[in-house]
Nanobody
Framework: VQLQASGGGLVQAGGSLRLSCEASGRMFSSFVMGWYRQAPGKQREQVAS???????NYADSVKGRFTISRDNAKNTVYLQMNSLKPEDTGIYSC?????????????WGQGTLVTVSS
């Protein structure tokens, strides 16, 4: 499975960005897609995730501001980020987790940099 992320950039506080991540290759029948971020000097944290049935989960720090969605036909996950804050700055990476033959598989895309200026 390969993941290709796009959509990062520089935005002022209060602005919006939309990240996309397309998965390709041998996909699973059911899999979770997610976004993680790593701020400078901090550990990577999960931002949001979404299952194949579109059940979502968010970090408390982004609830009400970020929306994760996915297009199952395109194997693509999106992260709409509104009301951005400087503390949202970081490298955002997409992730796929699926099970095949009882074995958990996890894949990561390359990161995309989001910079929020104050």
């Amino acid at each position: 499975v390969q993941l290709q992320a796009s959509g990062g950039g520089l935005v002022q506080a209060g602005g919006s960005l939309r990240l996309s991540c397309e998965a390709s290759g041998r996909m699973f029948s059911s899999f979770v897609m997610g976004w993680y971020r790593q701020a400078p000097g901090k550990q990577r944290e999960q931002v949001a995730s979404i299952t194949s049935s579109k059940s979502t989960n968010y970090a408390d720090s982004v609830k009400g501001r970020f929306t994760i969605s996915r297009d199952n036909a395109k194997n693509t996950v999106y992260l709409q980020m509104n009301s951005l804050k400087p503390e949202d700055t970081g490298i955002y990476s997409c992730n796929v987790v699926g099970v095949r033959y009882g074995v958990r598989n996890e894949y990561w895309g390359q990161g995309t940099l989001v910079t929020v200026s104050s």
